[in-house]
């Protein structure tokens, strides 16, 4: 069974802090790797999408990086803000077959 | 352009009941997903169509579930008759892309959270 999996489960920062929240999958052919965030009640957000022959992409403070050999990838947020809270999930699309994570629960506190 | 539009917003039915949800992709999105939600966890694949073709629909509960996107545009999606552990958010999504055209993402709409009673 292909699994993935969203370490840490939830995460409470101050705001201004850069945190990493990380994605490890055991797929081992993927097309791409996305992250969503989710603001309770609404659906998913896109904020990056890795192909599998790249290694990272970046938006704005976000930074996303892809290590297929290890099956992982993290997502970097600078300089947190009160607004970042929300779930982010990772999702990996391999052939025939899309993914998701249970999700990390990101609280900014002012 | 237009988002992925999904009916309705919410539902509330009784166990044994019957219940249909409604997506429109975004235009010219030619693969179209449905996932179940259920609170605290990630999105489960349900079933990804391409065109009007089904490219996935391994983990969809066949004996209950069924789905259908006729004319390769908007998608229903049929649950009969509806357990308690059906009680989730729905969500629709689409994509540009079609198998082979990996850098197309995902677009989801806002869902529909089912309560069964």
């Known amino acids: 069974k292909q699994e993935v999996t969203q370490i840490p489960a939830a995460l409470s920062v101050p705001e201004g802090e850069n945190l990493v929240l990380n994605c490890s999958f055991t797929?081992?052919?993927?097309?791409?790797l996305q992250w969503f965030r989710q603001d309770p009640g609404k659906g998913l957000t896109s904020l990056l999408l890795i192909q599998s022959s790249q290694r990272e992409q970046t938006s704005g403070r976000l930074n996303a990086s892809l290590d297929k050999s290890s099956g992982r990838s993290t997502l970097y947020i600078a300089a947190s803000q009160p607004g970042d809270s929300a779930t982010y999930l990772c999702?990996?699309?391999?052939?025939?077959?899309?993914?998701f994570g249970a999700g990390t629960r990101l609280t900014v506190k002012p | 352009e237009a988002g992925v539009a999904q009916s309705p917003r919410y539902k509330i039915i009784e166990k044994r009941q019957s219940v249909a949800f409604w997506c429109n992709p975004i235009s010219g999105h030619a693969t179209l997903y449905w996932y179940q939600q259920i609170l605290g966890q990630g999105p489960k694949l349900l079933i990804q169509f391409q065109n009007n073709g089904v490219v996935d629909d391994s983990q969809l509960p066949k004996d209950r579930f069924s789905a259908e996107r006729l004319k390769g545009v908007d998608s229903t999606l049929k649950i009969q008759p509806a357990k308690l552990e059906d009680s989730a958010v729905y969500l629709c999504?689409?994509?540009?892309?079609?198998?082979?055209?990996?850098?197309?993402?995902?677009?989801f709409g806002d869902g529909t959270r089912l309560s069964i009673l």
């Open positions: 999504a689409s994509s540009l892309g079609v198998l082979g055209q990996s850098h197309q993402p995902q677009h």
């Open positions: 797929d081992s052919a993927i097309y791409n």
């Open positions: 999702a990996v699309r391999a052939p025939l077959r899309v993914r």
